[in-house]
């Protein structure tokens, strides 16, 4: 069965400083993958996702992710946090073929000023 | 706006009340699902619907049932509340199989069981 980590349940960050959000999965062949993010109090926002082709992916608020299928990881990166993106963030994977997404448990990020 | 809408958005029950959270999404999607989603747990599947007619189990089904009234509507049901079922409920849809274009969610339903 696939299945999803997100090592870190808390990150703090200062405001303009890097982030980097680690991912990893379990899955036999090439999955497809994104990245949520969820405000407090709100539903999940798609972020980005992978299914094929060029393995840095680009996606929504200045976010990117690159696939490394040697280390089974999807990170989530961006140069320059901004005090907005405090919120939750989780990772999903699922398969074509496959009506399911699972989830990861979820990084929550605060931004520090 | 075009997107996925649940109701009610907050609720208290008390055990052993019944209740039906409603969830619709109006852009012509074929699946739809229902998560729930604990502290430090993530979101966990509940039931899906592939497509109209046509219902499964996800990962922590007991305790619910669901209904595919028609494309646009998908229903989660409780029976019988437990305080265990105290959680922020999920409805989800996405454009076919495959899960290619990820899903768009609603806005949540919070059920709290006394």
């Known amino acids: 069965a696939q299945s999803v980590t997100q090592p870190d349940i808390h990150i703090t960050v200062s405001e303009g400083a890097s982030l980097e959000l680690r991912c990893n999965y379990s899955?036999?062949?090439?999955?497809?993958l994104f990245w949520y993010v969820q405000s407090p109090g709100q539903g999940l926002q798609l972020l980005l996702k992978?299914?094929?082709?060029?393995?840095l992916v680009q996606g929504i608020k200045g976010f990117e992710a690159e696939f490394k299928r040697s280390q089974s990881s999807f990170n989530l990166r961006k140069p320059s946090v901004h005090w907005s993106d405090a919120a939750e963030y989780f990772c999903?994977?699922?398969?074509?073929?496959?009506?399911?997404?699972?989830f990861g448990t979820g990084t929550r990020l605060t931004i520090i000023p | 706006n075009a997107g996925v809408t649940q109701t009610p958005k907050f609720q208290v029950l008390k055990t052993g009340q019944s209740m039906t959270l409603q969830c619709a999404q109006d852009?012509?999607?074929?699946?739809m699902y229902w998560y729930r989603q604990d502290p430090g747990m993530g979101l966990r599947l509940i039931y899906y619907?592939?497509?109209?007619?046509?219902?499964d189990k996800g990962e922590v089904p007991n305790g619910y049932n669901v209904s595919r009234l028609n494309k646009r509507e998908f229903s989660l049901r409780l029976e019988s509340a437990a305080p265990s079922q105290t959680s922020v409920y999920f409805c989800?849809?996405?454009?076919?199989?495959?899960?290619?274009?990820?899903?768009?969610f609603g806005s949540g339903t919070r059920l709290t069981v006394v």
């Open positions: 989800a849809s996405s454009t076919q199989p495959g899960q290619t274009y990820g899903y768009t």
């Open positions: 899955y036999g062949a090439t999955p497809y």
């Open positions: 992978y299914f094929s082709g060029d393995t």
């Open positions: 999903a994977v699922g398969d074509f073929g496959n009506e399911k997404l699972t």
């Open positions: 852009m012509n999607h074929n699946s």
């Open positions: 619907s592939a497509s109209e007619g046509t219902t």
